[in-house]
């Protein structure tokens, strides 16, 4: 089966450099015939990618907003890091409002959502549910990672579902309900920071099938949310979470609003790699929970948000110190029962085992040993201008047939040199016959 | 009988008191047994008995080596230090004994529980230690299918 990727690559731009193969925190990128190839099975659709790419090759497969024409409904579940998107003079209630103005019929905030996750969490810690260090599934790409990199761990991903899908099915049942249509002719829309959520959508972790109908990305809207803007006293009254639920937007907001002091929240791919091998190898024993975000500063970071993500999560922060940990709703007067059946994971996730050389274990150590033979005689300059982006990855290559020692120019001109020095030698030799005469002479 | 091909050899030179490299040869070893397609409890088995016994050289002997011989079922790690060596090893297999000196306990270190640890990791596990020369322990780690 096909597994679909929102990260691809535009073809007409990729001009073939190394930035992105370097960066790429599942090595799942290689340079061939002048242009970048994702490798699919390795690419966890973190978008980091999509960062580094100097001439915006990389790009996220997001949908537009035409989509809604195909539903009689229309709802947006906006994420909580657009509020961060905008200065603090413009309330949230204006930005929803220009939200609903882009042609919606209901705003449900995923912030509210997440507010009740927040508790779903809580409860479970304190029944004693969640394996320690229980592991946060908020950040799909840290999921993603941990399925690709560190299966020791999957046991520990805290098996609840995202804010996101349970808004959209909280707001789906709602408005079948209320408005007497059928599911199928309510259009959910996530309004996203993220290239990792339209993978989840596509692919969900944990259920079989999403209901959300679309993802649009924060950065396609964000010049027609600016545009729409109206007055506040114009607004109708769109707002409802609180900065509990809009915290989780920032790296660390899940745990504040958790009110956990044994925690750790770790940002950025690179550094998130670091933190999951030393859980891996049980070296921090204290730690209770967990939060990963492969974006730096968390969601308001994301590859598809426009504003800088320190002055993003600076907003964010302010939204969920006012907030003081309350939540928007009274506890007493949520259907429980419900919430936690929408809430459950019911698919089991599963290691995959990418990196693997063979799936017979002797042909695997006989390639080992292949490889480290090969990757001996290399440069070890990791330059990247054989398309791999280290001289391990490209002897793991080759062993693999994906490539060739002569993919490494160094190699090459190596080869070539020993090749021009034969060449000068035979040159040198003179026959027999031309000898003989220059000798008489 | 295995040829030289189906088998591995990795070796590892531990500095003591070399905290920042400590830890290298347990996340070079779970690359590799990753690439090898081993199962991942396996995988984590390796890793932690390789992982402390870095630390136990790095902290407690004046360096050693690690050398671990992987063949398609079976891992055996030998560690080899140059050290003080142990003086009561049933004292030392116990949780929470350590000789380890207080600044390192600072750190979050030596707290007793690495030789146990190694032991619960291997399916094999041998201690041989001379005072005055150093300590060598031989672990095994089989697969079950």
Known sequence: MGYFHSVTLDREKCKGCTNCIKYCPTEAIRVRDGKAVIIDERCIDCGECIRRCPHQAKKAVTDSLDLLSNYQVKVAIPAPSLYGQFKSSISINQILNSLLSLGFDYIYEVAEAAELVTEIIKDKMAKGELKKPAISSACPAVVRLIQVKFPELLENIIQVESPMEIAARIVKDKLRKDLQVDSGKIGVFFISPCAAKVTSVKNPLGVKKSYVDGVISISTIYARLITNLIARDKCSKLEKASGTGIGWAISGGEALALKLDNYLAVDGSENVIKVLEELEMGKLPDVEFFEGQACVCGCVGGPLTIENSYVAKKRIRYLVEKSKGEYSFNINNVNWADINLKAQWTEKLTPREVMKLDNDRVKALAKINQMEEIFKNLPGLDCGSCGAPSCRALAEDIVRGLGNEFDCIFKLRERLRILAESMLELSNKVPPSIGRREDKS | ?145
């Open chain 2, 1 to 145: 009988m295995e040829t030289a091909n189906n088998n591995l050899t990795m070796e590892f030179t531990i500095t003591a008191g070399d905290f920042s490299t400590a830890g290298k040869a347990a996340s070079e070893v779970k690359r590799i047994l990753g690439q090898i397609g081993f199962p991942p409890a396996i995988i984590r088995r390796v890793a932690v008995a390789t992982y402390e016994a870095e630390m136990n050289i790095v902290i407690h002997s004046f360096g050693g080596k690690i050398t671990l011989f992987i063949t398609p079922r079976k891992i055996n790690i030998l560690c080899e230090d140059n050290g003080p060596g142990i003086a009561d090893i049933d004292l030392a297999m116990q949780e929470g004994f350590s000789t380890a000196p207080d600044k390192i306990r600072e750190l979050g270190f030596g707290a007793g529980m690495g030789l146990p640890n190694i032991k619960r990791c291997s399916d094999e596990f041998k201690i041989y230690s001379e005072v005055g020369k150093g300590t060598k322990l031989e672990i095994s780690i089989k697969l079950v299918e």
